[in-house]
């Protein structure tokens, strides 16, 4: 315990360490969840590759309370995250419960269109290869007027900080090419630039490079670095209209809807 504590405290700038434990001890929310929070009060959710610590009534963006049902989708019966789940009404979620999907995030096949009224993804979407495809899936299962919250990290308090933001035009160049799961156009880059140091869990050099060797079946790899503007920029290729956006020290948060 000792050793990870003094890892933690080495491996990330001092503003980083001290929003995270102010945030941890006293239950600090991001400024705008006040303003935020009614798109999610007593109505009808999925969360792609869930539950995240940040919904729970300490987190940063504390919803899961406040929600009426919420279902649950991960890309496979084993994660990293997880361990091992399955299919069915088992998705646990701060103390309530809903029904767990199996598929993979950007197509949702199993799910019919316009029949949520929101749509969560935290510190998700950069593991997915193809996420203007993700969000355009995302947006068909939304009703009218649904609301889309997107949350991703800020490079700068993790270990893709050496990493340079992807354009929009790659983006949008992978969603054209249908790039799928299996890409590995950023696999140099990362094995380059990865901070180990921030990442300890990732093992050594060799270690993380096996692992994201294997990144089609553990989705370690984060494949793009994003920024506000290109966020921004994305959501806004998927017709949806950004109802606002927030960054603090370690994530970024996007807040859509759909019209």
Partial sequence: MFRSVNIFLKSFPVHVIIWKMSCKVFGKKIPVFNSW???????NGLEIGGPSGMFNANGYFPIY????KL???????????EGTIVEGFNYKYYTKTGYQFIAEGSK?????????????????LEHMANPIQAVFEWKRVLKKKGVML??????????DHRRPYTKLEHIVADFE??????DT??????????????????GSNE???TRCNDNFGNRCMHHHVFNPEVLKQMIEYCELNVLGQFSSYTDHFVLAIKD
């Avoid at 380059?192 to 140091?197: E, N």
């Fill in 37 to 43: 929070a009614p798109e999610f009060s007593e109505k």
């Fill in 65 to 68: 309370p406040l929600i009426k």
């Fill in 71 to 81: 279902d649950g989708l991960n890309f496979s019966n084993s994660t990293v995250w």
């Fill in 108 to 124: 949702l096949t199993k799910i019919s269109d316009d029949c949520y009224d929101f749509v969560l993804s935290c510190n998700n």
């Fill in 150 to 159: 997107l949350i991703l990290p800020n490079k700068e308090a993790n270990f």
């Fill in 177 to 182: 090419n249908n790039t799928d799961e299996k």
């Fill in 185 to 202: 156009t950023h696999l140099n880059e990362i094995l380059a630039l990865h901070d180990l140091k921030r990442d300890p869990q990732a």
């Fill in 207 to 209: 270690q993380f490079r």
